[in-house]
T-cell receptor, first 107, second 110 residues
Framework: KNEVEQSPQNLTAQEGEFITINCSYSVGISALHWLQQHPGGGIVSLFMLSSGKKKHGRLIATINIQEKHSSLHITASHPRDSAVYICAVDPARQLTFGSGTQLTVLP | KAGVTQTPRYLIKTRGQQVTLSCSPISGHRSVSWYQQTPGQGLQFLFEYFSETQRNKGNFPGRFSGRQFSNSRSEMNVSTLELGDSALYLC?????????FGPGTRLTVL
């Protein structure tokens, strides 16, 4: 069993839809990261969470430490949100990554 | 501040050769981590350096090595290249555990 499980693996949405990507992990962690990767490979860090909830523009990330679960929400999705979203956990300065969620937002 | 830079961006090597990749972190960042990304295995942690010392190492063979210089720039070396080493190699510098990724070096081993 992978230490980090993401769902769904693929997600297609219409512009304007509310999107949720889930991440479950099995190890104790000091932080959880949500990353965005566009075609071509560049990775951008969206959030780093150790508890609660963070919001940045149309993106919201939550984490439940007791349940070992995190969600990334995108409100009012837009085609430019199309990318791979990756959850990564940090047990001890050694990131372990989920397999990623390929999001496609259609106009 | 300038972002994380990696050189070269693309590299083609043949089996058995060795390769050295370079990463320059954001100014003031003392931690540099390296990652390998392949279609089959996804993103995997290679190693992390802090103030010229390797603090953590992932589950990779000894052919993969790295070092960090006093200016925090880091290099990773892969010796005796295998076809399976073809990948995108990413480095990230961090401050207070937040990771800032470079654009990556795409290595192709023929």
């Amino acid at each position: 069993k992978n230490e980090v499980e993401q769902s769904p693996q693929n997600l297609t949405a219409q512009e304007g839809e509310f999107i949720t990507i889930n991440c479950s992990y099995s190890v104790g962690i000091s932080a959880l990261h949500w990353l965005q990767q566009h075609p071509g490979g560049g990775i951008v860090s969206l959030f780093m969470l150790s508890s609660g909830k963070k919001k940045h523009g149309r993106l919201i990330a939550t984490i439940n430490i007791q349940e070992k679960h995190s969600s990334l929400h995108i409100t009012a999705s837009h085609p430019r949100d199309s990318a791979v979203y990756i959850c990564a956990v940090d047990p001890a300065r050694q990131l372990t990554f989920g397999s990623g969620t390929q999001l496609t937002v259609l106009p | 501040k300038a972002g994380v830079t990696q050189t070269p961006r693309y590299l083609i090597k043949t089996r058995g050769q060795q390769v050295t990749l370079s990463c320059s972190p954001i100014s003031g960042h003392r931690s540099v981590s390296w990652y390998q990304q392949t279609p089959g295995q996804g993103l995997q942690f290679l190693f992390e350096y802090f103030s010229e010392t390797q603090r953590n190492k992932g589950n990779f063979p000894g052919r993969f090595s790295g070092r960090q210089f006093s200016n925090s720039r880091s290099e990773m070396n892969v010796s005796t290249l295998e076809l399976g080493d073809s990948a995108l190699y990413l480095c990230a510098s961090s401050s207070h555990n937040e990771q800032f990724f470079g654009p990556g070096t795409r290595l192709t081993v023929l």
